[in-house]
């Protein structure tokens, strides 16, 4: 099996995943087909929504369906010609107790279908579940990976490993680094369904996360149960590749409707925010007259279009660079999307290492959240960790930062070329979101591909006067010039790097405060005081 990635933003990617009937394009939305009642034919989720795997349950075609689909094979019973995945029939565990099956009885049974990718059967640790009961659907998962890894015949079925551990992260750290060890095609992420209906969705980041960092990244993570729209943008930055849901159709039959943003009911909506087929051709009213089971049909391919357009909407943003810059909007949403954006900060360094240093596009910083995204990180890192200021400079001029980017190429900045030109100078600019910039790496990606609101928020200001403290900590300048404006990132730093000063024995001036600090008269007082201090 190979899983080959093309495009990678956070620790979300595009890649291909080859199976026999056909490659899987990640992240990918598998829907739900029951085998048995289904609103929206396999035919038409291929030729239609022109989506090329599905996820069926392998448990109800063996109870329903086995004699027809050993027969003809998994593919003819659905009439669905691309790829198909089936689950062992792990989800009825949870839902019914126990199912009548054994392990490698339903993995024969999948093989013989010819399934393309196969879930084994896991024991899904579920929600309301004590840490004895965790502990044993972790080793009974294991125990049943190792029987049905033996049992299997077929070369070319991928073989899915589920993670369990429910919300003991220890338990899931320990199911992870134990499935890797199995020869799995695809990881997946049991039981977070209970946990996602319940909007807990920085506890989902934690498994996730703890998942993740747990398993070989060369290989595919598939989340169960996640079909929202709203939070597939977030669960894909985290790693997920591939998801499976039915709630396009679960829905679709409660009369609700789907947006990226949150779900409506059909009843209450007046005007239909959406262009797909369904929507242009009807109203909410047209829907709600039409008999119950056309307009559950109606509802459900509004739902799933929306669910394949946000899917679309990740891929565009990994090749953008700026599925960050999605999640923030999409976490504005909700709140509970919100409070996940704000969990991600303890991963913050682990998806830094992950996500590529340069990007098609610029970044647009949204806000304190984005404080936590990689490039924030990686320019912080970068300024403790590996840069050293030019040799010989023993005077750190600090500079406001002005509109035009790079810096160095701005009239204000040109107003200083004999300062610039000054050895025993080194230049930096102080302002938002990096804190500070060193004048000769201003060109170096994204700082000056980055826009940023000012005047900024508390906390990002809180954070820029932390970093223009530490870079100047963390360096050997005799003195420090502040050349301040009437900000309050500026008004901040001056009592700060007065009282670093005073404690380090450094030189620290100002050489001037002020609303023009670019008029002739206070690029002339920051000459003399460079000359006074030099
Ligand atoms: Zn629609």
Same mark, same amino acid.
């Given at each position: ?11 979300g ?16 939305? =598998? ?27 392998a ?12 027969a003809?094979?998994i ?48 024991v ?26 033996k ?17 003991? @992260?220890d ?8 499935m ?47 079909g ?5 943008? @977030? ?54 007259? =039409? ?13 799933? +279009? ?18 960050w ?17 704000g ?6 360094? +682990? ?14 910083? =949204? ?37 035009k ?5 701005s ?10 030109r ?18 000769e790496?201003d ?9 940023s609101?000012?005047?900024?928020? @508390? ?48 030189? +620290? ?26």
């Amino acid at each position: 099996m190979s899983f080959e990635v093309t495009s990678k933003d956070l620790l979300g990617r595009i890649g291909t995943i080859d199976t026999k009937s056909g490659k899987i394009e990640t992240p990918h939305l =598998l829907p739900v087909v029951n085998p048995l009642t289904q609103p929206i034919s396999p035919e038409d989720i291929l030729k239609i929504f022109r989506c090329n795997a599905i996820i069926t349950n392998a448990y109800l075609v063996k109870k329903n369906l086995a004699s027809e689909a050993l027969a003809n094979g998994i593919h003819r019973v659905l009439d669905y010609d691309s790829v198909v995945v089936t689950d062992s029939g792990a989800y009825q565990i949870l839902e019914y107790g126990n199912v009548e099956v054994q392990p490698d009885e339903i993995a024969l049974f999948q093989e013989a279908i010819g399934t393309d990718v196969a879930v084994i059967l896991d024991v899904p640790t579920g929600w309301a579940t004590n840490r004895t009961r965790a502990a044993w659907t972790v080793n009974e998962t294991i125990r049943r990976a190792d029987l049905t890894l033996k049992a299997v015949t077929r070369s070319d079925v991928l073989w899915e490993g589920p993670i369990q551990g429910g919300t003991f @992260l220890d338990l899931v750290a320990k199911s992870a680094k134990e499935m890797s060890q199995r020869p799995f095609a695809v990881y997946s992420l049991g039981s977070p369904t209970p946990i996602m209906e319940r909007y807990m969705f920085d506890r989902l980041t934690d498994m996730i996360m703890t998942a993740k960092m747990n398993i070989p990244l060369s290989k595919p993570l598939h989340l169960f149960g996640a079909g929202h729209p709203f939070m597939l943008a @977030l669960v894909t930055a985290l790693g997920c590749d591939l998801f499976d849901s039915a709630s396009y159709a679960i829905f679709a039959k409660q009369g609700r409707y789907l947006t990226e943003s949150g779900t409506l009911r059909l009843r209450e909506i007046e005007y239909f925010p959406c262009s797909c087929p369904v929507c242009q051709r009807h109203t909410p009213k047209d829907l709600i007259e =039409l008999d119950r089971t056309e307009a559950e049909r109606k509802l459900a391919e509004h739902n799933l +279009f929306i669910c394949l357009e946000e899917i679309r909407r990740i891929k565009q943003a990994i090749i953008e660079g700026r599925l960050w810059e999605l999640i923030e909007i999409r976490a504005r949403s909700h709140p509970s999307l919100l409070q996940a954006l704000g969990a991600l900060k303890k991963y913050a360094q +682990f998806i830094e290492r992950h996500t590529p240093s340069t990007k098609k596009k610029g970044l647009l910083y =949204l806000g304190p959240h984005g404080l936590s995204r990689p490039e924030i990180i990686r320019h912080r890192l970068r300024l403790i960790e590996s840069y050293r200021s030019p040799k010989a400079r023993q005077i750190l001029v600090l500079l406001p930062q002005v509109h035009k980017k790079p810096y160095h190429t701005s009239p204000q900045l040109a107003s200083l070329s004999t300062i610039l030109r000054d050895r025993r100078i080194h230049v930096c600019v102080y302002g938002f979101p990096y804190g500070v910039v060193p004048l000769e790496i201003d060109d170096v990606y994204p700082l000056s591909q980055t826009e940023s609101p000012t005047p900024t928020d @508390l906390e990002t200001e809180r954070y820029c006067a932390k970093i223009v403290q530490e870079h100047v900590a963390s360096s050997n300048y005799e003195t420090v010039v502040l050349h301040a404006t009437n900000d309050s990132l500026s008004r901040r730093l001056i009592p700060s790097l007065r009282r670093f000063s005073k404690e380090a024995k450094r030189r +620290f001036t100002i050489s001037y405060k002020g609303d023009t600090p670019w008029r002739k008269d206070a690029v002339k007082a920051l000459s003399n005081t460079v000359r006074r201090v030099g």
